[in-house]
């Protein structure tokens, strides 16, 4: 059964501590995504990778940082430098570019303690 | 950036009533998307419309497309209780040189059993 998985599903950050989000495909998908959803909002895009060893800047990168060494798997560390992370962050991918719909994990919720 | 902009913000129908939201964008497009999401869940592509169609349908959804005036606009036909949940359109605008897709702010679907 194809589809990505995030985990954990909640996590939680201490003052001036790193943390990472995991972000598995097993789609055979090339492209890989991370968004960032405040309550109430839209999605923003953090980081974005169209091929392994490859990735860019989104919309709101800062505070952020990511690898892509393997196909299967993008993850995402929210660093210190954040100061603001508490949110839903969501992962997807996608076949390609073009007319491919993105596909979506279930997301993480992050949350300052 | 939030490219696209949906209206209205949230949406209150009964069972079997038809619901619409709209949604506008800025720059010139590939193709829109619409996406569906329950609460505390991962996005689920519903549709998508390529620039050059101006209306597709899928079951109880009619996405029509105006590229003239950048917009879009969904409808669900004989709504479900089931169909609560948040709308997304999203933008791809490929020839821009962005290689992912722009999310608007969605439109929250309540629908009344």
């Known amino acids: 059964d194809g589809g990505i998985t995030q985990s954990p599903k909640y996590l939680f950050r201490k003052e001036g501590q790193n943390v990472t989000l995991s972000c598995e495909q097993n789609l055979n998908h090339d492209a890989m995504y991370w968004y960032r959803q405040d309550p109430g909002q839209g999605l923003r895009l953090i980081y974005y990778s169209q091929i392994v060893n490859d990735f860019q800047k989104g919309d709101i990168a800062e505070g952020y940082s990511v690898s892509r060494e393997k196909k299967e798997s993008f993850p995402l560390t929210v660093t210190s430098a954040q100061k603001n992370p508490t949110a839903f962050y969501l992962c997807a991918s996608r076949q390609g570019q073009g007319s491919q719909p993105q596909h979506f994990g279930d997301g993480t919720r992050l949350s300052i303690l | 950036s939030q490219q696209g902009e949906e209206d209205p913000q949230a949406l209150s129908i009964q069972e079997g009533e038809n619901a619409t939201m709209n949604c506008s964008y800025k720059?010139?497009?590939?193709?829109l998307q619409w996406y569906r999401q329950n609460s505390g869940r991962g996005l689920v592509h519903l549709i998508l419309?390529?620039?050059?169609?101006r209306e597709k349908h899928s079951g109880r959804l009619r996405v029509t497309l105006d590229t003239s005036k950048k917009s879009s606009s969904l409808l669900i036909t004989a709504s479900r209780a089931a169909d609560t949940a948040s709308y997304f359109c999203a933008t791809d605008a490929s020839a821009t040189g962005r290689r992912a897709l722009t999310f608007g702010s969605g439109t929250r679907l309540q629908v009344q059993p």
């Open positions: 419309i390529r620039s050059n169609e």
């Open positions: 720059t010139s497009i590939n193709n």
